[in-house]
C-alpha cells in the first residue's frame, strides 16, 4: 500500500471523478437546448398544418395570397 493510502489507479481515477460533475452540467445544458428546439419544432408543426388548413379552405385562389403573407411574416 502507497504511503498515503491511494494507489496509482486512485489517483488517476481522482480526474475521472472531477470530470465527471461538468460533464453533467454539459450534458444538462445540451438536454434543455434539444428540449427548446423540439418545442419550437413542434409549434413549427402547428403552423403549418394552419396554413395547410387555411389553403384547404379557402380554396386554390387563395393559395398565392397565403403563400405572399407566410413570405412576408419569414422576413
Do not use: C, W
Request: net charge negative; aromatic share 4%.
Amino acid at each position: 500500500m502507497p504511503a498515503f493510502g491511494l494507489s496509482v489507479v486512485d489517483l488517476l481515477s481522482l480526474d475521472e471523478q472531477a470530470e465527471r460533475p461538468v460533464q453533467a452540467n454539459a450534458i444538462q445544458a445540451v438536454r434543455e437546448r434539444i428540449a427548446e428546439r423540439e418545442a419550437e419544432v413542434m409549434q413549427l408543426h402547428r403552423k403549418v398544418i394552419d396554413l395547410y388548413q387555411q389553403l384547404r379552405i379557402a380554396g386554390p385562389r387563395a393559395h398565392q395570397a397565403v403563400a405572399a403573407e407566410t413570405f412576408a411574416g419569414s422576413r
